[in-house]
């Protein structure tokens, strides 16, 4: 299982996401680095944890459709593996994430205006640039009006039918809150139902029996922000579970 640090960006500075409640978002403290610039967090992240992989969360452009895209650009050429939600709406604004050297476009729920739209990104890119972040809040699912009324699993299961072969499952009330999380159930059916789909889960993860629990269930791949800045989570715990080379 990865172990993948999470950047949350808000007004240019990484923010402490803490339970979805975007306006409260603050600049963080961390013991990993004095700094709130996104490229000193992500190079403390390499420094303590040897990261390579980052998941990036650009609130500016999920918010007010400004993406940081040369940031992007520098923290790929600084030899980072950028999976990135920049509040993908359409094939255009993949396209631009991607063209920024990003590996992975998140195209999540809270963004994505319809169905129809998921079909027109894996057309136009395949499945292997592209995850689709199934967002939740409180375990509802956060769906834009161009969607049907769907639960969870159904959801889940029409990102699968027309392609994508990763999916992430994160409840942004769990964000910051060290809850635990609360999508182990929801994590359990995708496996069931997609047990060769990479399954990524975010949101609420203490310390290192959270990771356990988690690697039981099968998923491959954890985000995890406030337990490696607050010191609950060290270099020797990440160890454990990390597989050598990008997820």
């Known amino acids: 299982m990865d172990i993948v640090p999470v950047i949350d960006v808000l007004r240019g500075m990484v923010v402490r996401g803490v339970g979805g409640r975007r306006n ?4 963080i403290q961390s013991v ?4 709130a610039v996104p490229a000193d967090v ?3 992240y390499r420094q303590h944890f040897r990261a390579s992989t980052l998941y990036l969360a650009d609130l500016d452009a999920i918010l007010d459709r400004r993406p940081h895209v040369a940031l992007y650009s520098d923290l ?3 030899g980072f593996l950028l999976w990135v939600d920049a509040g993908v709406r359409s094939v255009n604004d993949a396209a631009a994430v991607l063209a920024a050297g990003v590996e992975t476009a998140i195209v999540g729920l809270e ?3 319809s ?3 998921l079909t027109e990104l894996v057309q136009q890119f395949g499945p292997s640039p592209l995850m689709f972040s199934l967002d939740l809040r409180d375990g509802v699912p956060m769906l834009p009006s161009g969607w049907p009324p769907m639960n969870p699993s159904e ?4 990102a699968l039918a027309v392609g994508f072969r990763r999916l992430l499952v994160l409840d942004l009330s769990d964000v910051g809150t060290s809850t635990g999380g609360r999508t182990d159930g929801l994590l359990q059916t995708i496996r069931d139902i997609a047990p060769e789909a990479q399954l990524v889960a975010g949101g609420g993860v203490r310390g290192v029996d959270d990771l356990e629990r988690l690697s039981n269930l099968g998923v491959d791949a954890v985000l995890v922000a406030s337990a490696l800045h607050d010191g609950r989570l060290m270099p020797a715990d990440l160890e454990r579970f990390q ?3 990008p997820p």
Do not use: Q
């Not at 959801?155 to 029409?158: D, E």
């Open 24 to 27: 409260e978002y603050r600049p």
């Open 32 to 35: 990993l680095t004095w700094s």
């Open 42 to 44: 992500a190079a403390a």
């Open 76 to 78: 790929a050429r600084a």
């Open 111 to 113: 963004s994505c205006p």
């Open 115 to 117: 169905p129809a739209v």
């Open 155 to 158: 959801i889940a299961k029409t």
């Open 243 to 245: 597989r050598s080379g």
